[in-house]
Every structure is written in structure tokens, then in C-alpha cells.
């Protein structure tokens, strides 16, 4: 009969020859042998893995003797992974996430911020004060399409979504539209070529043909347009992608603003 537990995946994580021995089931090493080769532990505590695992319903020893998750041990598999994913996001650039605030974002994106884990943080220095802006606005101007949430008005991002981009979305807060409407903007009729929406943003996205691009508020609420970080994968842009159209959907449109 199976062992059970109240919290099955704080029972794993109590034990990393357990967490390993899961995680190496859930990656393909299945047989005892394999599992062996890819273990750091003794030969004992791999098979006393095993038979806890199995003793809560995590594993099974199928027809074909090897060890496969049951159910229960896949739901537990993928939030390891998630973890794991977590903490080398943490590690890309521990100063980062240490003083930003990631909570502005909406909260199945927080937790879904693992998807960004091959990105990296460029930083404005004494010697180069505008590296993030500038690295922002040479892919802006580099791609032919992009979607971007911008909570603060700057001249060169928006110089750089209308050259040659063919397909531009961008949602601002009130107080950029205004700026954006001004006599002084780079552009008095936003229309042309250039989608704009209104909603309360604190933090700075985009999304362009081949990367992504954050940037997050300080934990006081200040926008910090001295760092910006940036990934290139297809999971990065697709978690930025159903970010924007999150924000895009629930944005006002222009007309229904004013």
C-alpha cells in the first residue's frame, strides 16, 4: 500500500537525491542503470529514492521494468523544473531581481517569469548613460513589427517604432498619450502607422521580431530606465506576447479616452 503525504512536493525537496532522482525520471533516465550514470548519490541512496518515490504514488516500475512519474509525480515534475528554471532566472542577475519590483506585472506572468530564464540585464554606466535607451530604441528600429508598453514618454522610442516599422501596437499611460498628442511629438497624428492604447503601466515592455525587452520599476515605485533586460528566445517573446495582448485587451482606446 502507498505511503501518503500531506505535501508531496515538500517531501521531494526535503531530500536532493529524491528532487534528482524525479527529475531525472521526468527527463528520460529510466532505468536503475541510467539513473546510476546520472546521479551524484550512492548506489543505496538512488534505490532508497526509488522506493520512497514509489511508496507515495510519485513513480512506478512498469512492464518493461522501468521507472516512469505516475500522475501525481508528473504535476510534481513540472513544478521542479519550474523551480529549477526559477532560480537560474535569479542567477542570470541576482541584483536585478533583488531590487525590482516584479509584482507590477499581472500575477500568472510573475509566476511564469521562468520562461524568460536565457535572458540577461545590460546596464547604463557612468561611461555609457544611455546603453538601456539605446540598445531599446536600435532594436525598435531594426524591427518591422513590435508591441510595447512604455509608462514614461521618450522621443527617441517613439522616433524609433515609426521608422520602418509596419506593424506597431503601443499602450501608454495618460500621461504620455498627452505628451505623444503635443505639438512637440515626433508625430501629431498617432494613426499613422502607429496603434495606441491607454491603460495605468508601470513598467516598460517589447516585443519585437526576434527579441523581448523589460523593465521594471524600483520597489519605491521609480521607473528605471537605466537597465533593461533582454531575451531571445521563443519562449521569452511569446510569454511578452501574451503579456501585451493581456495589457492591449484591457487598454482604452484613444477615441473612448478622450
Known sequence: MKEKSKDLITYVLRSQVRTEVLLSIANGQRSVQALLEQGSASESAIYNALSTLENRGLIYNSEANEWRLSGTGSIVGIFLRRQQKTNELIQTDPEFWQSHDVTVLPRSFQVDLAELVTGWVIRASETQPSLAVRELENRLEATTAACVVAPVYDERYLTALLNDCERCRLVVPESVLSALL?????????????????????????????????????????????????????????????????????????????
Not at 206 to 221: E, I
Not at 231 to 241: H, I, N
Request: glycine share 6%.
Open 182 to 258: 503635443g505639438d512637440e511629438s515626433p508625430v501629431s497624428d498617432p494613426s499613422d502607422g502607429l496603434d495606441v492604447r491607454v491603460a495605468d503601466v508601470s513598467f516598460e515592455l517589447a516585443v519585437t521580431d526576434d527579441s523581448l525587452l523589460l523593465s521594471l520599476p524600483f520597489f519605491d515605485g521609480i521607473y528605471d530606465m537605466q537597465t533593461e533586460f533582454i531575451a531571445e528566445s521563443d519562449r521569452a517573446r511569446t510569454w511578452g506576447r501574451r503579456l501585451f495582448e493581456q495589457i492591449w485587451t484591457d487598454a482604452e482606446c484613444i477615441d473612448d479616452a478622450h
